[in-house]
């Protein structure tokens, strides 16, 4: 059951709610897309074809996901934003561990990105963190788009 539904003047209506284990190939998808685009750096002697190799969709690592948000969504807890036609658009999973909160990943489709989706998901997981709990999150450093979104 959809939780929210988010809209303004100029955008489509993106409803966020809990993932579902039927979400979890959506989700691997958008995370390979996203290291392809943002994480080859010569510097660190990553390709974009070392990024394709990785067997993103190993059914032990789809069925660990499926398995969380399942299981226990007290301790990990994974949403989603879908757009009008029920495309996943963006997704935030967070974790809580023993003495902190953990942002563990968030994605946004690139084209549309700059429209606020970001701010509501991890608003969503800062609010199931509560009030008490210190919230880390890792980027890696030359995901400047990232790192300046964070900060704010």
């Keep these: 059951m959809p939780s929210d539904a988010l809209k303004n003047t100029h955008e489509p209506i993106f409803v966020l709610e809990d993932a579902k284990p039927e979400d979890v190939k959506a989700m691997r998808t958008m995370v390979r897309d996203a290291w392809v685009a943002l994480y080859p750096n010569?510097?660190?002697g990553i390709t974009a074809e070392d990024l394709l190799a990785i067997d993103w969709y190993k059914p032990e690592g789809m069925e660990r996901r499926k398995k969380e948000i399942i299981e226990n969504p007290e301790m990990i807890h994974t949403w989603v934003l879908k757009d009008p036609e029920g495309k996943i658009v963006g997704f935030c999973k967070a974790d809580k561990l023993k003495?902190?909160?953990e942002i563990d990943s968030m994605y946004v489709v690139p084209e549309l990105k700059g429209k606020g989706l970001g701010k509501i998901l991890i608003e969503r997981?800062?609010?199931w963190f509560g009030p008490k709990l210190d919230v880390r999150l890792k980027v890696v450093k030359y995901n400047t788009r990232a790192i300046a979104f964070y900060k704010k």
């Design 125 to 127: 997981a800062f609010g």
């Design 99 to 101: 003495d902190f909160g």
């Design 42 to 44: 010569e510097e660190y």
